[in-house]
């Protein structure tokens, strides 16, 4: 017999809870939070939950999952599967900045070999997901509301067929793949609306696995708003459930800023940013050395107007010559120390904006890769630099290990693909935090 419980349906073992809420805005926490509105059909196996267009965003294994509730699968609108799982949450915390470690289903610099994507697991889940379906489509839908029929029919109507194709057509929309995405996303649990902006980058630097290997080209205003209008399109029911976008691909700091204006302002437009079910709206861009030490003071002015947070993050590999030598990667170390001050000063002189800086890590890297980054970070080094940018401490978030802090512009290291020794790579992270007056946290490639 179908039951009805409040705002819960039961069907046999099925337990529907249409209209869900979860939290308002992307909030750190230990324990598993979910966002923004949905619905959730739960067996005694697996919790199901689907984004307004009545697509699967997440799996959560109540059985096999050996820290349940604490590790899920979550699927993106590029349709990849990410594990998320929970290997203790100061450690995390500490290498991540979150309390959950993102594993991906294809090959990127994750360097937590304990900790990776369990194919076998995700194929357990997406077989449950089927027989889901296939249980629903036999469902009598006598006396059952309205509502959970029109939710039941578009659960089984995005089958895992029709949500490979529907990947396929967010990537024709952007005209590209998105090879990665820039560490501050993980503030919105990379959520975001993305609109590319340009192709290719400045350098082509011969380590990068993410590169397209293309000229940097600015897309047209024409090609930026058709985008724009097939996201809307695709994002579909869900959109209001976004308030972030990521302005692709590289080094979108590089192009005009008249054009950076108009994306955005057509994106709050046509995506209706003000009404969105999340608050505090972020933007995320990438930025090279180049384009920072070009970009002119009124394109901070024009961002810190916006109606969102904007984080920069630029690739700056390294402050030490050899090292940029051996990653081949054609630029100077005095260009990026100088780039770095840049970020220092930009973050200060804004409240919207915050530029953070990605380095590599490596256990093989020259000694003087690490010794520059700690003299960068160190406290002496900032104090002569700005006096203001050591704050104190006022807060239980700041670091506990100093007495003082910066309060924005985090370091990111992001592991070389391929090097096989964690512990010593792990120790490098470790030293430098330590001694680091920045937030400085793991980035590991995720792409869109
Ligand atoms: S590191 Fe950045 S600039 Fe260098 S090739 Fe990769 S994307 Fe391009």
Redo the contacts with the bound molecule.
Sequence with gaps: MNEKNDDIYIYGDIQIKANKWGANYYLKSSYPVRHGQYSQIETPAYIFQFNLNGEIKLIQDKINAPLYPGEWFKRSMANDWTFYASPGYGATYHFMGEYYLPCFSYPTNAVFDDYIFNNERLEQALNAFKELIDRLKRLSTKGMPVEIESFLKSVTENNLDRLKHKGEDFHSILNSRIS?LPPDTRHTDYDVIPIILSD??????G??A??SGQEFQVRSQQDILKQIKGLKTFYGDDLPNYNSLFLGM??ALNVEKELIEYTIETAVETFDIEHSKMLYPKLFL?G?VDSLLDADESLFETLNKMPFYTFINI?M?SPDQETLDKLR?PLSADKVKKSFEKMLDINLAFDYVEITANFVIGSDLPDGHFSSIAELTKKEYLESHNKDLIMAITSMAAPKMHENYVKKGNIYLSPLIGDKSLKKMLKRFDELKKSGYLSMFMYLIQRL
């Design positions: 990665v290719g980058c400045l350098y082509n630097c380590f990068c993410v590169k590289h080094d990438f090279s690739g590999e990667k």
